[in-house]
């Protein structure tokens, strides 16, 4: 089956400018998650969604950071405006469902956001 | 509560030998432990997870021995080899089906297995 696919694979912007992410999760898979991975660190779960619903939103900076989830498949994750600290990569995940034994989650490549 | 610690930070070891990986939590609602495996520019694939109703997993080289009282847990790679070399993370979860089921992620290991 296919794997978690994510674009684009790399973003530069300059700091305040807006950027998009999108993710496409495997099929099938009612729960998408987004994390951050800084540099050195490990990733860090920014937004939950099952199905097209948010679940678990606690640490997303909602003052910059959206994300949405349309029709329960993809989803999109944009930050507005970029501030430096920003740049990480951030990794889309999906799994069949929340709870075991259907939580399994499969990573995609992540997209490498460098923020100037 | 939140935190998972890993260590080390950075491993090398040789050939054939044995890599241990530690990992220690606080939170004792965390009911699924697993280790990813991250190669660079790759996104972290699943190696291997645990419950905390065994004590011990294995598959193949790799072994997960789980201490409930302690909270904690370790990664033994087995006849390690220079295609291990790679970033390790462990994680944990709380999984619930009517709320969220966030894997808290270690620091991460850098392994180096010299040929």
């Known amino acids: 089956e296919a794997g978690v696919a994510q674009s684009p694979r790399y973003k530069i912007i300059e700091k305040r400018q807006s950027v998009a992410f999108w993710c496409n999760p495997i099929s099938g898979h009612a729960t998408l998650y987004w994390y951050q991975q800084i540099l050195g660190q490990g990733p860090k779960l920014l937004i939950q969604f099952q199905n097209n619903g948010v679940v678990d939103d606690s640490q997303l900076p909602k003052d910059r950071f959206s994300a949405e989830r349309l029709k329960g498949v993809d989803s999109t994750l944009k930050i507005q405006p970029a501030k430096l600290e920003d740049s990480a990569v951030y990794l889309c995940?999906?799994?069949?469902?929340?709870?075991?034994?259907?939580?399994?989650?499969?990573f995609g490549p992540g997209t490498r956001l460098t923020v100037l | 509560q939140q935190q998972v610690k890993q260590s080390p930070q950075s491993l090398i070891v040789q050939k054939g030998g044995i890599s241990i990986i530690n990992c220690a939590y606080e939170n004792t609602a965390f009911d699924y432990f697993p280790w990813y495996q991250q190669f660079p520019g790759k996104g972290p694939a699943l190696l291997i997870a645990i419950r905390p109703d065994v004590s011990e997993k294995k598959e193949g080289r790799f072994t997960i021995s789980f201490n409930k009282s302690a909270k904690q847990f370790s990664l033994h790679i087995m006849d390690s080899q220079p295609g291990d070399s790679a970033t390790y993370f462990c994680a944990a979860s709380a999984t619930a089906w009517t709320s969220g089921s966030r894997l808290t992620f270690g620091e991460g290991t850098q392994l180096t297995v010299n040929p």
């Open positions: 995940a999906s799994s069949k469902g929340p709870a075991f034994p259907y939580n399994e989650q499969f």
